[in-house]
C-alpha cells in the first residue's frame, strides 16, 4: 500500500536540483527467459551493502527493458567509461536490436559483459520492490573486476562528461589580500568555499591560537577600477555596509560583526551565521518568519540616529535627499550618464515620484534593500540580518516599499503579515501611500540599475539573464503602483503581444553558444542557456519576438497617433510624450506601459529558473499578471 503523498515537488524543479548531483553511467544487462541478451542503460545504479556484498539500480517502471530483465535470475553492471556515450545512448533509446555488432562476452552467470567498461559487477536478482515512480532492485554481488585506468562516464546537469584528477587548489586571494585576512582574523586562510550567487564571496575557517573561527569574505559587486567610475556601485557596496554593521554593534539587532574592511579591495570579513536565506514551504512557517522580520524593521527604526553620523556623511557625499531618496539619486546619476536612447517608463516614473513628494517627517536607519531574501533562518527564527549596502537614513515606510518590491522577485505570501506585525510593534500606523512612493522608487532603482545591462548584453556577464528577469519585474511592478494611484483595476493577463524589446536577448543565445562551443563557461551554463531559449520559444508564441511585432506596433502607434516605421524613432517619440503631456494622458499611458510589461513578463518567465542560489529560494510560480502583494488600506 503506498503512502498518501504529504506535498507537491513540482517536478522540473525537482530535476533541476537533482541535476547538481553527478552520477556514473551503467548498463544492466541480463539473458531473458527467451535467451536473448538485454540491457538497459540506468543513472541510479549504487552500491548498498558490504557484508554480504549488495548493490542496487533503479529503473523507470514504463521502462520497455526492465520487464525482460526481470524475468532472470542474474544481471551484470557494466560501468562505463568516459569514452562510452555513444554506448549510453544506444541502450538508452527504445527498441531496436541494442546487441548488433557489439562486443561482449558473457561474465560468469552468462550475462553480457560489455568490452571496454570501467568495471562490471555480476549479481544475482534479490528482489523487486516498488519505489514510487520507479523500482528499487537488490543483486548480491557474486565477482566483479575493473579496469584500473579507465575513467567513468559521467552524467552532470543534462550533460556528459569525464573525471579527471582536481589540479593544485588556486588560492582565491591575492597575496596582499590574503595577508590582510592573515592579520585581521588572527590566523591564515584554512579550508575556503566559493559561496556561489553572482560575485566572488568565500566561507573560510581560520585557525587561531583560540580556535578555528568561520568568516565570509564579501567582495564587491565589481571590481574596483569599474567601481571607482559609478556613483551608485562607489557610494553603495561594502564600505557603506562596513559602516553600518559596525555602527549597529550591540544594538540589539541580529547583524554578523564586521572585523574589518579593506579599502584597497573594496572587501568586507564578516562573522559566518547559520541559516539559509531560503524561506519554509508551509504558509503559516512563512508567516511567522516575516512577522519576526517586522519586528527586527521596527526594533531598527526605533534606535537612535545620532549612532549612526558616520552613514549620515556618506548619503550626503551620495547625494541622497527628499526628490531622490536613498540610491535612487545615485543610480539615476549613473543612467542619465549613459548614451542611447532614453527608457520612457524610467521617464514616466521620474515623473510621477515629482507629483508625489517624498514623505517627510521620521528619519531612523534603514535596512535598505529589505525584504524576503535578505535575512538568514534556522530552526523558525531569524538569525541575521543580511545586505546593507543599500542602508541609508530616511523614512521608516521605505523598508516597506522595498519589501513590497522584493515580494515581485521572491514572494512570501506574507507581506500582510509582516506590515501589521511592524505596525503594531513599532506603533506606526502603515502609510499606504507612502509605501506606494518608496515601492515606485525601489522598482525606479532596479529598472534604470540594469538598463544599460538589458540594453547591451553581454553573454559572460554573471548577472545577464537574471537582469532581464529582475526589468520585466520592475517594469510590471511600476505600472502595477502608478495604476493603483488612478484607480485601475489590477493588470490583466498578457495579451498577445510578444515580450517587448526582445532583439537584445536574442542576440544573448549564440553568443553563449559560441563561448560554450570554444569551451569558455558561460555563467548558470547549459541550464541557464535552455532556460535562455525557451523564454525566446515563449516571446514568439505569444506573437511576436520584439517590438516590431504587429500587435506592439499597432499599440504604439495607438498611443502616438502615427505609424512610425522604426523602432527607434517609435521609442523617441513615446519619450517626447511622457515628457510633454505625461499628466493629461496618464491613464493611457499607464495602460500602454502595463500591457507592454506583462507581456513582457509572461515570455520572460522561464528566465526566473535563473534568479536561484544555493540556500535561496527556488523559483516561483506565479500568476502571470500582477506581481506585487496587494496592500490593504
Not at 15 to 27: E, I, K, N, Q, S
Not at 225 to 241: C, F, I, K, N, P
Not at 268 to 282: F, N, Q, Y
Request: charged share 20%.
Amino acid at each position: 500500500m503506498r503512502p498518501a503523498p504529504t506535498r507537491t515537488v513540482e517536478a522540473a524543479h525537482f530535476r533541476r536540483v537533482l541535476g547538481h548531483f553527478p552520477t556514473g553511467v551503467a548498463v544492466i544487462t541480463a539473458i531473458d527467459a527467451a535467451g536473448c541478451p538485454v540491457g538497459m542503460a540506468v543513472g541510479s545504479f549504487t552500491s548498498v551493502s558490504l557484508d554480504p556484498p549488495l548493490v542496487g539500480f533503479l529503473p523507470d517502471r514504463s521502462s520497455t527493458s526492465f520487464p525482460r530483465i526481470r524475468t532472470a535470475a542474474s544481471f551484470c553492471v557494466n560501468v562505463l567509461a568516459a569514452g562510452q556515450r555513444e554506448l549510453c545512448q544506444r541502450f538508452a533509446s527504445r527498441g531496436g536490436d541494442k546487441f548488433a555488432g557489439l562486443d561482449w562476452a558473457p561474465a560468469p552467470s552468462g550475462a553480457p559483459r560489455l568490452a571496454g567498461v570501467a568495471a562490471w559487477i555480476d549479481c544475482d536478482l534479490v528482489s523487486v520492490s516498488e519505489a514510487g515512480d520507479h523500482y528499487f532492485v537488490l543483486g548480491r554481488v557474486r565477482t566483479l573486476d575493473a579496469h584500473a585506468e579507465a575513467a567513468p562516464l559521467v552524467f552532470h546537469r543534462g550533460g556528459y562528461g569525464g573525471v579527471e584528477p582536481l589540479p593544485p587548489p588556486t588560492p582565491p586571494f591575492p597575496p596582499d589580500l590574503a595577508s590582510w585576512i592573515e592579520r585581521v582574523a588572527g590566523g591564515p586562510p584554512g579550508r575556503v568555499r566559493r559561496l556561489d550567487r553572482w560575485r566572488s564571496n568565500h566561507l573560510l575557517d581560520v585557525d587561531t591560537p583560540g580556535g578555528t573561527r568561520r568568516l565570509v569574505v564579501k567582495a564587491p559587486r565589481v571590481p574596483m577600477a569599474v567601481q571607482s567610475r559609478s556613483r551608485a556601485l562607489s557610494s553603495y557596496g561594502t564600505h557603506r555596509e562596513s559602516v553600518v554593521l559596525t555602527a549597529l554593534a550591540g544594538s540589539g539587532i541580529a547583524v554578523p560583526a564586521a572585523h574589518g574592511y579593506s579599502a584597497e579591495h573594496g572587501t568586507l570579513l564578516l562573522e559566518w551565521m547559520p541559516g539559509r536565506t531560503a524561506l519554509p514551504d508551509d504558509p503559516a512557517g512563512r508567516a511567522a518568519l516575516l512577522r519576526g522580520y517586522g519586528r527586527q524593521l521596527a526594533a531598527l527604526h526605533a534606535l537612535d540616529t545620532e549612532r549612526f553620523a558616520e552613514v549620515a556623511a556618506l548619503d550626503a557625499a551620495a547625494g541622497s535627499g527628499p526628490t531622490e531618496p536613498g540610491p535612487l539619486g545615485a543610480v539615476l546619476a549613473d543612467y542619465d550618464r549613459r548614451p542611447g536612447p532614453g527608457d520612457p517608463l524610467v521617464d514616466l516614473a521620474r515623473w510621477w515620484l515629482t507629483r508625489h513628494p517624498s514623505p517627510g517627517g521620521e528619519r531612523c536607519l534603514l535596512h535598505g534593500d529589505a525584504g524576503s531574501g535578505q535575512f538568514l533562518v534556522e530552526d523558525g527564527r531569524i538569525t541575521a540580518l543580511l545586505d546593507w549596502e543599500l542602508s541609508h537614513l530616511g523614512h521608516p515606510m521605505s523598508d516597506l516599499g522595498y519589501t513590497r518590491f522584493r515580494e515581485g522577485l521572491y514572494p512570501s505570501g506574507a507581506f500582510e503579515a509582516l506590515v501589521s506585525e511592524y505596525s503594531a510593534a513599532s506603533g506606526r500606523p502603515v502609510d499606504r501611500p507612502a509605501i506606494d512612493y518608496f515601492t515606485v522608487v525601489a522598482g525606479l532603482v532596479m529598472l534604470a540599475g540594469v538598463s544599460a545591462d538589458v540594453r547591451r548584453p553581454r553573454a559572460h556577464h554573471p548577472e545577464a539573464l537574471q537582469r532581464f528577469w529582475w526589468d520585466a519585474v520592475a517594469r510590471v511592478a511600476i505600472c502595477q503602483v502608478l495604476g493603483e494611484s488612478l484607480g485601475h483595476p489590477p493588470l490583466g493577463p498578457a495579451a498577445e503581444t510578444g515580450g517587448g524589446d526582445m532583439e537584445a536577448l536574442a542576440g544573448l543565445l549564440p553568443a553563449r553558444l559560441e563561448l560554450s562551443a570554444a569551451g569558455t563557461e558561460v555563467p548558470g551554463g547549459a541550464e541557464h542557456t535552455l532556460l535562455l531559449a525557451r523564454a525566446l520559444e515563449r516571446a514568439v508564441s505569444l506573437g511576436g519576438s520584439g517590438s516590431g511585432s504587429p500587435d506592439a506596433e499597432a499599440d504604439t502607434a495607438e498611443l502616438i497617433g502615427r505609424h512610425l516605421p522604426d523602432a527607434r524613432r517609435r521609442q523617441d517619440e513615446v519619450c517626447r510624450l511622457v515628457r510633454e503631456h505625461a499628466a493629461e494622458r496618464l491613464d493611457e499611458l499607464v495602460g500602454y506601459f502595463g500591457r507592454r510589461a506583462v507581456g513582457r513578463l509572461a515570455a520572460l518567465a522561464p528566465l526566473a529558473g535563473t534568479d536561484t542560489w544555493d540556500g535561496g529560494p527556488a523559483p516561483a510560480e506565479r500568476q502571470l499578471g500582477p506581481v506585487l502583494p496587494e496592500l490593504c488600506p
